[in-house]
């Protein structure tokens, strides 16, 4: 099957940055969308940024300017370079993929999620 793993969690002082990383791995035959989601303690699991086939992005509005989603294809990977952090960012984030393997079309595929803690 597929499995997604996720790195780049830590700890960080308000208006620090950090980097995610999640990389995709198993039968995959191709990926149509990748995408980070984050859920806070007590709050629904919410869409932080998506990219569309190679570049056609989408952002939640509070991290609009403030965070860049990448991907690399050949390495089936995606990244959340996240800068000017504040403590309302606080959250597990899981990586999503939207991912046709060499059996099935397009699955939702989920990380184990990566925590980020922003101090004030």
């Known amino acids: 099957q597929v499995q997604l793993v996720e790195s780049g969690g830590g700890l960080v002082q308000a208006g620090g940055s950090l980097r995610l990383s999640c990389a995709a791995s198993?039968?995959?035959?191709?990926?149509?969308?990748m995408g980070w989601y984050r859920q806070a303690p007590g709050k629904q699991r919410e869409l932080v940024a998506l990219?569309?086939?190679?570049?056609?992005?989408i952002y939640a509005g509070s991290v609009k300017g403030r965070f860049t989603i990448s991907r690399d294809n050949a390495k089936n990977a995606v990244y959340l370079q996240m800068n000017s952090l504040k403590p309302e960012d606080t959250a597990v984030y899981y990586c999503?993929?939207?991912?046709?393997?060499?059996?099935?079309?397009?699955?939702?595929?989920w990380g184990q999620g990566t925590q980020v803690t922003v101090s004030s």
């Open positions: 990219i569309i086939g190679s570049n056609n992005t």
């Open positions: 999503n993929g939207l991912i046709q393997t060499t059996i099935s079309f397009g699955t939702n595929y």
């Open positions: 198993g039968s995959i035959f191709s990926i149509n969308s």
